[in-house]
């Protein structure tokens, strides 16, 4: 079991010291990047059969005590999550092997060690069972994205990092904060033990805390107002840099909010979430229709299917945290799929711009084909995975009563139709714009970067596939949470 969890964490760190060491040898650096990734996503999917058959399980690291020590927790959440995050990053990394002599593509010297940092700071983050470790995880996380935002040196890509680094430095110093007064009203950081200690505290206090980190994972998460930074830095960095965001970063604070949040029975910032979370749809998507590049629809997209996890959240019920955890596990794959598919019409049509795009589907039939798949299920229509992860939000809340909610995800799930009809009018209809031809291959090797892409999709087709058992192991998860007890056992036994 040590060993699991040491794979995750740790190969891909490996990986990347020795992508570093032959960064100048095309081959072995990405052999090297991808064995790194790929032994990460194979251990975490034995740990999620392994969770899923026989409930948590649990590491001390130095075997030092909780009270003091780290401790690995892999429950439910973590183990149907973070099998996910792990192969979307092995996959991306494919995609970049096709991509990188393309003016689209990012450097492959830097891109692909630094992915190797982040993706053990994505594993850090889901297995860590205390605040300390998740605030080092989450560090991780920003350097080696800021760098991989920026590594290019483009005018725009530094301009947007600015805001990226800023917005997230400002999260992580509020964390910093938050930290301290938990532990000094607390006496630890441990999650388990919080699980305890904090209904020993005024209700006050324990509120105040709950909005605090609210505020410093909701910056994470870009909920409505501190999104400001994720529409403009998305759409500047290579695609598949861009994909692995997309994907993964905002999903990683939606993931700590509905763990800290549902533990700690925070359950009167209820009604304030699902306020939150109607404005973070309706804005998303409403800016999302009003753009005119395919990435900074996709960016706007991000925003608005947050204001839907938040939603499961807020209703602080079984029903509407198991909604939550399976839309974080069919959007992760499903935007990762939507940006690499922005990047196979970049690399096709020598730009992402609507108005000077056109006439794919007949041209690229398979790209097109590679687009419906994700935007359809997106958009929330049957039979896609979109379609049953917003029944299942929608309906808790129809079951909670919470009935303007409800209507503002109807309403956001409209634009959301509306603006994936807009990419397919203005990329994939109409006649090819002046001057491209038929007959000419884009640059770079577009057959690595199809099968990668086509790998992606399979993976939100087998969610769709595999909604009704995925549902089930949401709901455990979310009963897990709520009660708190099995978490707190497994980790203090």
Do not use: C
Not at 39 to 56: K, N, P, R
Not at 378 to 390: E, N, V
Not at 396 to 425: Q, Y
Not at 464 to 483: M, P, T, V, Y
Request: aromatic share 10%; charged share 10%.
């Amino acid at each position: 079991m040590n060993l699991l969890f040491a794979l995750m964490i740790v190969a891909p760190l490996v990986a990347s010291a020795s992508g570093l060491l032959v960064r100048g040898r095309e081959s072995a650096r990405d052999v090297a990047t991808l064995i790194g990734s790929g032994t990460a996503a194979a251990a975490s999917w034995v740990m999620f059969g392994i969770v899923a058959s026989e409930g948590t399980k649990t590491v001390r690291v130095g075997g030092w005590d909780p009270e003091l020590g780290i401790v690995l927790v892999a429950d439910r959440f973590a183990a149907l999550v973070l099998p996910i995050a792990l192969a979307i990053i092995f996959v991306v990394e494919i995609f970049a092997i096709g991509q990188r002599r393309t003016a689209w593509g990012a450097n492959p010297e830097l891109a692909g060690p630094l992915l190797g940092v982040l993706t053990s700071g994505v594993s850090l983050a889901f297995l860590t069972g205390d605040l300390f470790t998740l605030f080092v995880a989450f560090e991780l996380i920003l350097v080696s994205s800021y760098v991989l935002l920026t590594h290019q040196g483009q005018r725009a890509q530094v301009r947007s990092g600015m805001s990226y680094v800023v917005m997230n430095l400002l999260a992580s110093t509020l964390f910093l904060f938050g930290l301290a007064y938990v532990y000094a009203a607390t006496g630890t950081v441990n999650m388990a033990l919080l699980t305890e200690r904090m209904g020993d505290l005024p209700e006050g206090v324990r509120i105040g805390i709950g909005a605090w980190f609210f505020v410093v994972f909701g910056t994470k998460a870009a909920v409505f107002p501190l999104f400001s930074w994720l529409p403009d830095s998305y759409p500047t960095a290579p695609t598949t840099i861009t994909a692995v965001f997309a994907g993964l970063l905002t999903k990683i604070g939606i993931y700590a909010m509905i763990r800290f949040h549902t533990l700690m029975a925070l359950d009167d910032l209820g009604g304030a979430m699902l306020i939150i979370a109607g404005v973070t749809m309706v804005i998303g998507a409403l800016g999302a229709l009003a753009q005119s590049n395919v990435k900074r629809i996709l960016s706007f997209h991000i925003i608005s299917q947050i204001g839907y996890m938040l939603m499961g959240l807020g209703l602080f019920s079984a029903a509407g945290t198991a909604g939550a955890i399976l839309f974080l596990v069919h959007h992760m794959p499903v935007k990762t799929v939507l940006f690499l598919v922005g990047g196979l019409i970049e690399n096709d049509q020598g730009t992402g711009n609507l108005d000077r795009s056109g006439g794919m589907a007949s041209r690229r039939p398979l790209i097109a084909a590679l687009f419906a798949v994700p935007a359809l299920s997106l958009a929330g229509l049957p039979p896609f995975s979109g379609f049953i992860a917003k029944f299942s939000v929608i309906s808790a809340g129809i079951e909670a009563r919470a009935t303007p909610i409800v209507v503002l995800a109807l309403f956001a799930g409209l634009l959301t139709l509306l603006s994936m009809t807009k990419i397919w009018l203005g990329v994939f209809w109409g006649s090819p714009p002046d001057g491209s031809d038929d007959d000419d291959d884009p640059p770079g090797n577009r057959t690595t970067m199809l099968v990668a892409t086509g790998m992606a999709v399979a993976g939100t087709l087998a969610i769709s596939f595999f909604a009704g058992a995925l549902f089930e192991l949401s709901i455990e998860a979310a009963e897990e949470l709520r009660s708190a007890t099995a978490y707190r056992e497994a980790v203090l036994r």
